[in-house]
Every structure is written in C-alpha cells, then in structure tokens.
C-alpha cells in the first residue's frame, strides 16, 4: 500500500468494532456498543444502542428513540443535512443517501482528505426520503449489498404495476405484501398512492410504529388499518403490508388464500424468490443496484473505493478492470435487516 | 414478448393449479392472434426449439461482460438462461422489441448460421424478463408448470366447453390455432372434431388407497390387470391414417415405425407400449432407449422390438365403444386382438380372483413370467364406461411397494432452480467387499428429492459440515465405517448398467426416509442389493 493509503487510514481505518476515525475519535456504523458514534441510518446493523454518545440526523435519532426507547446512547447530537459538525480536528457532514428516511452519507473532512462513509444508499427517486448527493471525495467508502452484474433493478412502478395487476385478478384473495419494517414499508404504500391506489392498507402491528413516525416526518401514507383482528378467510381483494418473516409464517393463515408477495433486490434472482415460497416477487430495493453502483463510482472517481460488506469479488473485479484502487474491508455484521 | 413473459414469470412462481389456470385465462384472453397461439404451443410442447445451445449463449455472454464477473454471477444464479438475461447489458433504443410471432417466424425460417445474430438482436431490445423468456424458448425448457392437460382445461373454461371436447379435436389443430380460437370465442363452429384417427382423450386410474377403498368396494365389482411397466398408447387406424398417441394426446408414431406398421385393423386401441423378446415384456429401461427419438435405425428396432400390449378397444371400425360396460368392451376387445396376426400386439391378460386378500397375496408375490416385473395391478370396475380424465371410484391402480435400501451419503452436488444454493443432489453408495475382504463404499445412484425443505436444510448444513473434498461444484462428505450419514433410498427398479461402477443402476430412486440415527458400517452391502435385479 502507498503512502496515500497510509494518511487516509490515519483519518479513518477499520477494527473490529467497525469504521474508526483516530483525529476525530469516533466510530461510524459500529458493530459493537463504543464511547462516540455517527450514525449513518436507522437500519439495526448500523445503528445499535448502547453507545456513549450518538451523533446521527434527527429523523435517525428518532428512528432510534423509537427502536430502542429515548435512553438508546448517553447523549445524542442531531446532525441535520448538510451542518458540518466539529470532532476533535475532523468536520463531519451529514449528506442525503437516498436509502431510508433520516439516511445520511458521513463525509468526514480532515487537513486535505475527505473520505465518504456512504452507509447504506441507493441513487433513485423515492417518496420518502432526499436524493442521494454525490460528494467528491479521495476516498469513497462503499456497500456492495447487490454488487453482482445480475442485480439491475427495474423501476419500481413498474413492480408496483404487476402487485396491482395480480390484485385485479385475483379479487377473491388477499396480496400479502412483504417488506422491511423501516423503509421498504413505507416506501411501498407511497408507490401505491402514487399508482392512485386510494384504498384502506392493512398493516401488521410490526408496522405501526415506523408509519406513525414516517408521518411524523411528512410523509402522508393515506389510510392504513391494522390487519391483525382479522377474522378467518379476512380481507379478500386487499393487501396487507407486513415484514417478511411474518408472510410464510402462521400470521398468514388467517387471510384469503394469501398470495405471499415480497419486496426486496434479492427477488431479482428466481431462486430466492421460490426459497421463500414468495408467489409474486417485486423487485423493489432501497439499495444501489450493480449500475447504480458503478455509475456512482465512475462519478466520484475517488483515488480509493473502500467496500464494507457484500459481493465485494465482482466489485473488486470491476474496479480493476476500471483503474479503480479498491480494498475490501470485510466488515462482519452488516447484513440486511430481516434476511 | 412483454406479456408472454410476464405469464411465463407468473407461471414459473405459482403453484397452485387454479391460479395458473387463472393466468392462463387472463393471457388466452387478451393476447391477440397468432401471438396467444404460438404461446399455447410453446407451454404445450407443440412448439419446440432447440436453435441455441447453451456454451453459445455463455459464449455471446462473455462477448459482453468479463468472463470472471460472468462466473461470478452465474455461481450466484445458478441458472444459465437466467444468469444470461440478468448481466446481458441494455442497450436502450436500439431495437424495438420483437414480439413473440416474429420471433417464433425468424426461427422457423431461420439458417443455423443466422440464428447468432437474431439472438444477439432480440437480446439488446428485450428486458430480463423478455430475455428470460426468450432463452427458455430458445433452449427448448420452458419448465413452468404447465402440462398440456392444464392448458386445455384453461382453453375449455375460456369457451366454457367441456375439456374433452377440447381433446377430440385438439390432435387435428396446429399451431397457431387460429380455428380452435375462433370457435371458443363463438365465431365459427367446432374445428374437425370428426377427423379420423384423431386422438380420444384417455381414461385416466387414481390410486388406490388401502385405507379406505377395499371396505367401501366390493372385489366381485372389479377386474384386475397386472400394470405393465411401460408408457399408456392410444394406437389408431381409420380410414388409412395410422396414429400413435401418448397418453396427453402427443404423436410418438415416429419413433415407432415398427409399431404403426403393426397396425393392422380398423379401430382404436388403448394399451401398454413395451418392449418384446419372444412374447415377453422387457423392463422399462429398454424401452426407454427407443423413446424421445425424432425416429429409428434398424439396428435400434431390431435390438429392441416395440409392441403394444391392449386392454381396452375405443373404437371397432366405425362403432365407437366407449359408452360401452368394460365387460363388453372387453369381450369385444379379445375377439379383436386374437383376428390380429402381428406378434406386436398381444391381449393383456386379466387376473382372476376373488377377494381383496387373494389379491392382495398376488401383488405381493406375482405369479411366474410378465407380472414379476409389472408395476402392481389395475383394477378396472366392470360396469365402468370409458370416461376421460380420472373419475373416482371405476378404475384404480394398485401400485407395488417401491424397493427399499439402506445407502450411505457419498457425494453432494448443489440443486438448481428452486434449491440453488443448497446441497439437494446426493450420490448414495453400499458396501463392497474386496478380494481381501476390506469393505469399502461403491456408489449406486443419485436422489434429488423426496425430502421436505426443513429436511434439505438439514442435510445441507450436513455436507457443508462434513466436506472431506472438493471437485468443482461436487462436495466428498465423510463416509466410511466409523461415520457417515444414512439414506433410506427407494426405487422401482434395478438393472444392470455398464455406465455405473457398481453395476447396477437403480429407477426412480429417492430418499424415503434419513436414517440420522444409523451407523453407516450398518447399511446394505452390494450383493443384497444386486437380489433385486430386473
């Protein structure tokens, strides 16, 4: 390694616990309970609680209030997009990921380097949550959930269209609609609303209390009832928005011949898909897909790609068929939320 | 293109038959002519292509993509087509996406060398999905759950007719089938429904369940057959055409020039199709080297002799038989056959007896000759008409128990489709013994399923835990005496086999059972194994 790595590893370097920056003496995204943290999403295998002080966007610092009740961390810092926020000699800037609601880019700033932990990120429009903001940078730290030339998702109205489509034909059984608590769930109402489905969604009771603080926030999800006092046979013609895990299980019995439905990247792949006995797989995802990865990437052009958790083979590959220096920081424990 | 992938996606992920005949109905509905036609060929079987070879389409892959990120996503995958559809990189306005007619006409039309280039050109104008589609077409493995039976029954519940009027005249239509559209829409009347030698749709036996079944029938109600293990046929000869139908209604004649020749009557019969030496029936293995064949060789006819064994007559010249008491169809049936003088078509012989228990006693332990290597017995009611599709209640088919042995798991090798990424493919061994007497595992055969998915997950965490080896994408799992895991296999069959080291080879073997509780020095040796050969 050149002596270029050698003074980005001195603002930031991976450990056990996750992303260290020494100048500023924080982590970011740790995987384990430390001193100071910044956080760059609400998701649970980045932001866990019990850490000394947190410094995370406010939408983040209530997704965690709500998550892990208001004594998550000894302190909290609301970071709002876009204030740089002294640490120690190191600046650190919230900017928009385009993953979740409160989802931040950290951009550290130090003498001359500036290294961008992305978090989580995906580079296309979404309801809930600001654009991602591409930021220069010498080091660009990134995921690489779907970093396989297989993933390239189509648009999401379009899977919006065939849920829909399935629910016309369909009309005597109910569409139980898998997704991610935080996010996804929410994500998938907004596109509903958008194809100009005006009617009642029914929630699993794990729902609640993102979608209460999702309109907190502003974004209107229109009307939502519980499903879980349903009778036998319940709802027919309707969805029904749930996490995944609860959509195979024995929560499912009580609707109509349910027809099981997931959002989720992985559903690009058929397998995965009938893995999980999902009937009609949408493929919706709040991650970068393989283009939208490259593409950020070829944008930046940063001297370093720094790749934290994923298929980091073909990435590595591509980065070196593309000029690109790039290492694998084989950070263990970021993993999907519910997978 | 759009939407037949979208129905063959639809397809592919549900399970449920009502719902695929849903989607069938939907699609049937509203794609527009001739594209609905060579659609329904195609999930049929009607329509096949073999234009592209898989290594071609790995190759014209790899002329887009780097061959290791390819690698790498075809490891994730698991899927070739699918694999190719997912990383075939868009190029956004290039052409304008083919619809499935044009592709189905540049096909048929097209030279080997053009083919080439008409995929490339389809591939940069569909989405995954068209794509998807595309190569399952192409590659000849649409492989989405749907049998010709269930598209018929969507086309009859389309024109709300019965699906045996569909049958009738099913055999007489070709693809697109324009009139059979027309006539389920109620534009024009029922297309050819009176053709000679067309195909009458067959009568189907359900299994009997023990349980149940001999309390509630009386034995003196039923005739029994031995179940010849071979494939059901339905031979015709009217007015000059000679057919030979499989029983979903597909014309086989062509592989079985020797069969049709025999075909010396006027009429149509229901039967066995086996394979003879000297008026016996052979085992199905020998019968399965004349079938899926565009034809045959002399040598090939003369080394494996095709027959038919009858046990029921549809048609006798021009009087049709099947409303008819199978008493008296079959009395017809044996003057029939014995006017016949071709050895290649025999009577199927009924076995007398006279209580369930007899009978019973008989599967167990079936007397010398043919029915040692039938498959159990039919029981056919005698009162019963000849009814399309699979009543309850006149004809059951009585199954012998499968063979059982206890093998030990050898080799693991990943699944496809839905177990990509599990360990779902096992080679199983027995015991040999050496000349000097060391014992050591010899492979048997190979089960990909009979397991629930809690069970494939468990065996799959097994091979991982247990790896001795590798070999490419096959796993050597610690087997020998002092450790190793257990598989209950059952088969219908053995016979011998050149291909297979141990000499034998098993049909239709599956694991009936895990044995995770049995010491592997405790499975079955060769020569006890080597007792049930056919």
């Known amino acids: 390694m050149g002596p270029l790595m050698s003074s980005f590893r001195q603002l930031l370097r991976n450990t056990p616990e996750g992303l260290y920056c020494p100048p500023g003496d924080f982590y970011v995204d740790p995987v384990r309970p430390v001193d100071r943290a910044v956080i760059t999403h609400g998701h649970s295998d980045h932001a866990r609680g019990g850490h000394g002080s947190v410094l995370a966007t406010p939408e983040t610092l209530a997704i965690m209030a709500a998550r892990y009740g208001q004594d998550f961390a000894g302190a909290t810092e609301a970071a709002p997009y ?29 003498k001359d380097i500036t290294i961008v932990v992305s978090g989580d990120y995906k580079r296309r429009r979404d309801p809930t949550c600001p654009l991602f903001e591409p930021v220069p940078c010498h080091v660009f730290v990134s995921e690489a959930t779907f970093g396989l030339p297989v993933f390239r998702f189509p648009d999401a109205a379009d899977e919006v269209a065939k849920l829909l489509k399935s629910v016309a034909l369909f009309p005597e059984r109910t569409h139980l609609v898998g997704a991610y608590a935080l996010g996804k769930a929410q994500r998938i109402i907004c596109l509903l609303r958008d194809a100009g489905y005006d009617k009642t969604l029914y929630m699993h009771g794990a729902l609640a209390s993102m979608n209460a603080l999702y309109e907190q926030h502003g974004v209107a999800l229109g009307p939502t009832a519980p499903a879980t006092d349903a009778a036998r046979n319940a709802l027919p013609g309707e969805i029904v928005i749930a996490p995944p895990s609860a959509i195979a299980d024995k929560w499912a019995r009580r609707f109509a011949d349910p027809i099981p439905a997931f959002a989720s990247g992985w559903m690009t792949v058929r397998a995965r898909a009938r893995q999980r006995h999902v009937e009609l797989p949408l493929v919706i995802s709040d991650h970068a897909d393989w283009d939208e990865l490259t593409e950020t990437i070829t944008e930046l052009k940063p001297e370093e790609l720094w790749i934290t958790h994923g298929s980091e083979d073909a990435l590595l590959r591509w980065s070196e068929l593309n000029g690109i220096t790039a290492h694998a920081l084989e950070i263990i424990g970021y993993e999907d939320e519910d997978e | 293109m759009k939407a037949f992938a979208r129905l063959l996606d639809q397809l592919a992920f549900t399970p449920s038959r009502n719902a695929k005949l849903t989607l069938l109905r939907d699609y049937l509905g509203h794609a527009p002519d001739p594209e609905r036609g060579w659609a329904l060929a195609s999930l049929t079987g009607a329509l096949t292509f073999d234009a592209a070879k898989p290594a071609f389409i790995r190759k014209a892959a790899e002329a887009r993509l780097d061959p290791l990120l390819f690698s790498l996503s075809y490891d994730f995958v698991g ?38 280039q008409l995929l490339e050109r389809w591939l940069d104008a569909l989405d995954s999905n068209g794509r998807w589609a595309l190569l399952k077409l192409l590659t ?9 039976r269930l598209a018929k029954q969507a086309l009859a519940q389309m024109g709300d007719v019965p699906v045996a009027d569909i049958e009738e005249v ?26 000679p030698a067309r195909f009458r749709p067959v009568m189907l036996a359900q299994a009997i369940d023990e349980a149940t079944d001999f309390v509630r029938y009386a034995a003196a109600d039923y005739a029994a057959e031995w179940k010849w293990d071979g494939i059901r046929v339905q031979a015709a000869n009217e007015q000059g055409q000679r057919r030979l139908y499989s029983r979903t209604g597909e014309d086989i004649a062509a592989a079985f020039p020797d069969v049709l020749e025999a075909l010396e009557f006027e009429g149509v019969i229901d039967g066995e199709l086996l394979i003879f030496n000297d008026g016996h029936a052979a085992p199905f293995g020998d019968l399965q080297q004349r079938l899926n064949r565009k034809g045959a060789d002399a040598k090939l006819m003369a080394k494996f002799p095709a027959g038919i064994r009858a046990y029921d007559l549809l048609m006798d010249g021009e009087e049709d038989l099947r409303a008819l008491p199978f008493a008296q169809r079959r009395q017809r049936l044996e003057v029939f056959i014995a006017r016949l003088t071709s050895s290649r078509i025999d ?37 019963s008409l000849y009814e399309a599709g699979r009543p309850k209640g006149p004809w059951f088919k009585w199954k012998r128990d499968p063979h059982l042995v206890d093998a030990v798991l050898m080799y693991a090798q990943r699944g496809h489709g839905k177990r990509s990424g599990f360990y779902s493919d096992y080679t199983f061994g027995v015991w040999r013994e050496d000349a000097n007497g060391d014992r050591s595992l010899t492979p048997v055969g190979k089960a990909y399923f009979g397991f629930t998915d809690e069970e494939l997950k468990r065996l799959d965490k097994f091979v991982r835990d247990n790896t001795v080896d590798r070999f490419g994408p096959v796993r050597s799992v610690r087997a020998d005496k002092d450790f190793g895991l257990v598989l209950e296999i059952a088969f219908e069959g053995l016979q011998r086999s050149s291909r297979h080291k141990s000499g034998v080879a098993m049909r239709f073997p599956r694991v009936h059972r895990i044995r995770w509780d049995k010491p592997a020095r405790e499975a079955d040796e060769l020569p006890s194994l080597e007792k049930l050969l056919d």
């Open chain 1, 82 to 110: 876009g204030k740089a926020i002294a640490r120690g000699g190191v600046n650190v800037t919230m900017v928009p990921a385009g993953h979740v609601l409160g989802s931040a880019q950290a951009v550290l700033r130090w």
């Open chain 2, 79 to 116: 899927d070739l087509a699918e694999t190719v559809a997912l990383v075939w990189p868009a190029r956004p306005g290039a052409n304008r996406e083919p619809e499935l007619p044009e592709v189905v006409d540049a096909l048929r039309t097209a030279s080997r060398r053009e083919v080439p």
């Open chain 2, 140 to 148: 000849g493995g649409l492989r989405v759950g749907v049998s010709a």
């Open chain 2, 170 to 195: 099913w055999h007489a239509q070709t693809p697109p089938y324009g009139d059979l559209f027309a006539w389920l829409e109620k534009r024009s009347a029922r297309p050819g429904s009176d053709a």
């Open chain 2, 347 to 383: 009577l199927s012989p009924l076995q007398p007896f006279t209580s369930w228990e007899e009978l019973a006693r008989l599967r167990a332990d079936p007397p010398e000759g043919d029915p040692r290597i039938a498959e159990g017995l039919m029981l056919k009611r005698w009162d």
